[in-house]
């Protein structure tokens, strides 16, 4: 879709609450302005947009499916079933995803699936590094990649995309979705990083971290930060006490009645434990 399709879908969300432009002057948007972006003379930043909806009482969700003509997106359907595949440990469902994106053409979203079941190809991690570096606007679909694929990465990499996420997202982080899947990213970057011996880069994401997950509460990034802390601790500091951080880690989600998650962390907890 063009500029055009999103101004004139917040045009109509808008005129049907029976909203002046002048309305959103108290989020700092002059009226003018809004005017052109509704008209499609010009873009609006995805930070005002948002909070906009929000002044609406109306979720970014809702908005896109609007722009969609009220008809899911594909691509974040599938991802969502990849990430419930994955929780849920369904290879079977994993390796279903896989054809069924691989057949469709899907390339990113095939090896997005197939990362989550088993060690992807040199070639494969060449083409899936490619994309991410030349990714400009860091949108739900790339930082998604990015997060199932994290696993096959090396390095280099993943400290060229923490720089990136830093210096692109910074406006994400007020939005929930956003806002979690780029920390999910940041935990399983330390966990990962900390069984390589990469202590400096795992204290720089770590201290990135602590600022950004203040932007609101969200008792599952909490605990899977409170995992990663742990994780650094065993492999730099104390191992006692960093064990004891994974296992609480573990102890909440028992509480909450996540046995998923609690199965999911604990698995792959043992494995980089190794």
């Known amino acids: 879709m063009n500029f055009r399709g999103y101004g004139e879908k917040f045009r109509l969300i808008r005129e049907q ?10 989020c700092n948007v002059d009226k ?4 052109r972006f509704e008209r499609g003379q010009s873009m609006m930043s995805f930070e005002k947009v948002d909070v906009m909806l929000q002044t609406m009482n109306v979720s970014l969700a809702e ?3 609007v722009i969609n003509n009220f008809v899911p997106d594909f691509q974040e359907e599938f991802l ?15 390796r279903s995803l896989y054809q069924e994106a691989k057949e469709s053409g899907y390339g990113y979203l095939s090896l997005a699936a197939k990362a989550r079941f088993e060690q992807l190809s040199q070639t494969e991690i060449m083409v899936v590094v490619q994309f991410l570096k030349k990714v400009k606007v860091w949108g739900y679909f ?3 990649v990015a997060f199932f694929v994290l696993d096959n990465l090396d390095t280099e990499t993943i400290r060229d995309l923490m720089v990136d996420f830093e ?8 939005i929930f979705r956003y806002r979690r899947r780029i920390l999910q990213i940041a935990y399983r970057a330390i966990v990962l990083l900390c069984s390589r011996g990469e202590q400096d880069l795992a204290k720089d994401i770590l201290d990135l971290t602590e600022k950004r997950n ?32 994974i296992q609480k880690g573990l102890n909440v989600f028992e509480f909450l009645g996540q046995e998923r998650l609690k199965k999911f962390y604990r698995i792959r907890n043992e494995h980089f434990l190794k």
């Open 32 to 35: 003018a302005d809004l005017s």
């Open 17 to 26: 609450k029976g909203l002046p432009l002048s309305f959103f002057a108290k």
């Open 167 to 174: 210096q692109k997202n910074k406006n994400y982080y007020g």
């Open 63 to 65: 908005y896109e499916l």
């Open 214 to 245: 203040r932007a609101g509460i969200d008792l599952y990034l909490d605990n899977v930060r409170q995992m990663a802390l742990g994780f650094y601790d065993y492999y730099f500091g104390d191992k006692k006490y960093g064990l004891a951080l």
């Open 142 to 144: 790339e930082l998604s």
């Open 80 to 94: 969502f079933e990849i990430d419930e595949a994955d929780f849920s440990q369904d290879e079977k469902k994993l």
